[in-house]
């Protein structure tokens, strides 16, 4: 019972995570007429203060110390603050600048780009519908190319810039909030420059256009930070193959807000492009399962072959 619980609490929290994820489209036009740049500005600066009250929350400092004795893992982390910065970047441009489909769907191919890149950087080996399915994306990327008439660049930097950040992470092996707060305050200080050059220059917005939009730049903060906390609650209570159906949910909820809420052009072609990316998804997420249910019953039948486990020997009495 008490298991059960743990997991339908695993799965709300993850329905928030991804939900956030999801929706946060709605939040970014709040803050015209920041830029996109002066927008992740404040989003790095806010995000080391929120991470930084959960680490004295959790009492959660030891790795600090050993993060700053390993000169690799701290390029590592740098390199990840960067990636990550980039497409933090380019997706907040692209909501503001009505691209929020094209978006949407950088989330949508970023576990294609991933499988990818686990093949040519880690010399993975693909099933056959794995290959099928990055058959499928690419070709669904050459019918989307022929939409737009140039490449979906947008969804193309947003699904390889995550799928290396993915990477990256994986090499790190660190807690949610601990990587956060470690690549925030290695962006900090670069961020929190840009932000007083622009006060300097008399063209930051946030203390020109009134309380309420300060506010909102702050609570970038937190835009960044609850998502993440709730993921990482979702990760220690489901299983990985119900996290990896789950995160299909955040770019759902982003293209149905571009097409419905957004108002975004969908011809016919970008259709069809859709449609291809789906298909690829639903053939991986078929064969992940069947992979799934087929370790399952091997490790089941291991165990029934290998018997009762014997009681342990007991002295004989004195």
């Known amino acids: 019972m008490k298991a059960e619980n743990e997991q339908r609490t695993g799965l709300l929290y993850g329905f928030g995570a991804y939900g956030m994820w999801g929706l946060v489209p709605l939040f970014w036009p709040l803050l015209k007429p920041s830029g996109a740049i002066e927008i992740l500005a404040h989003r790095m600066v806010w995000s080391l203060g929120v991470v930084g009250i959960l680490l004295l929350a959790m ?39 009505g691209a929020v489909v094209e978006a949407s ?23 056959r519908a794995q290959w099928a399915a990055v058959a499928i994306g690419v070709a669904a990327v050459l019918v989307l190319a022929v939409g737009y008439g140039r490449p979906p660049w947008i969804s193309l930097v947003l699904a390889f810039s995550f799928a290396t950040y993915g990477l990256i992470k994986k090499k790190l092996n660190m807690g949610g909030v601990e990587s956060l707060a470690a690549e925030t305050a290695l962006l900090f200080l670069p961020a929190l420059g840009y932000l007083l050059w622009l006060g300097a220059q008399g063209r930051s917005t946030f203390a020109s256009e009134g309380l309420g939009h300060a506010s909102l730049l702050a ?48 011809p016919p072609e970008r259709w069809a492009g859709f449609s291809l990316v789906w298909v690829a998804l639903a053939l991986l997420t078929w064969d992940a399962l069947r992979t799934a249910r087929r370790t399952r019953v091997r490790l089941e039948a291991a165990r029934a072959a290998a018997g009762p486990v014997p009681a342990p020997a007991t002295e004989p009495a004195a």
């Open 59 to 97: 009492r959660r400092w030891a790795w600090i110390r050993d993060l700053l004795r390993r000169p690799r893992k701290l390029g590592l982390t740098a390199l990840a603050a960067s990636v990550i910065s980039v497409n933090w970047g380019l997706y907040i441009w692209a909501v503001n600048n």
């Open 105 to 127: 769907l950088g989330y949508f191919i970023n576990p294609l780009v991933t499988i990818a890149i686990g093949v040519l950087v880690l010399g993975e080996r693909l099933r």
């Open 219 to 266: 609570a970038t903060g937190l835009v960044t930070a609850i998502p993440l906390v709730f993921f990482g609650a979702a990760a220690i209570r489901v299983p990985l193959s119900t996290l990896g159906l789950l995160q299909y949910l955040a770019p759902v909820f982003q293209f149905g807000l571009g097409v419905v809420y957004f108002h975004e052009a969908m």
